[in-house]
């Protein structure tokens, strides 16, 4: 998969969940069904912890002047939310209250720093030789984590969903 094509599937994805966030309240957007339950606030929170963390491990990555020689990962499986997986401590959101605005403007931001990082990668293939280690994966390819990230984004759109209709 070309970085073109990954920078497009990133694009859909932050659409398709700015779609989903357009018209809920601050109310809404901060509800939890129980306290061991994230608010759509709270996924949104971690989704642009998550992002700006990935910016960080791509840079380091990216500082490296070896070759990598690790398969590529198949990280489709972040779609099947069946599989439980734990947020680490860092990427984990607060209990912080945050407006529909603010929300949006830190997707934004983080997005943003993304592919500022992207848009100095002069030899895309770079990618596509250099890793770094990942919390879930391991060694990871730096275009694998490019996957991920968009994957990660679908896999928590479709628990925001989940939310939406257990709060009806």
Not at 27 to 36: F, M, T, V
Not at 80 to 86: I, P
Not at 155 to 168: G, T
Request: hydrophobic share 35%; net charge negative.
């Amino acid at each position: 998969m070309e970085l073109q094509e990954i920078e497009q599937k990133l694009k859909e994805t932050r659409d398709e969940l700015f779609g989903i966030l357009t018209g809920l309240s601050g109310d809404r957007l901060n509800q939890q069904k129980d306290l061991n339950s994230w608010s759509i606030s709270q996924v949104c929170q971690h989704l642009f912890k998550t992002e700006e963390l990935y910016v960080v491990a791509i840079k380091r990555g990216l500082k490296s002047k070896e070759d990598s020689f690790i398969e590529n990962k198949s990280v489709e499986f972040l779609l099947d939310r069946s599989q439980k997986l734990e947020a680490p401590d860092i990427a984990k959101p607060t209990d912080e209250f945050l407006e529909h605005e603010e929300i949006i403007e830190k997707l934004n931001n983080s997005r943003q720093k993304l592919l500022e990082l992207l848009n100095t990668v002069e030899d895309e293939s770079v990618l596509s030789r250099r890793h770094f280690i990942h919390p879930v994966f391991k060694e990871m390819l730096l275009i694998d984590w490019l996957k991920s990230l968009y994957l990660h984004e679908q896999r928590h759109i479709n628990q925001i969903h989940e939310i939406i209709d257990r709060l009806k």
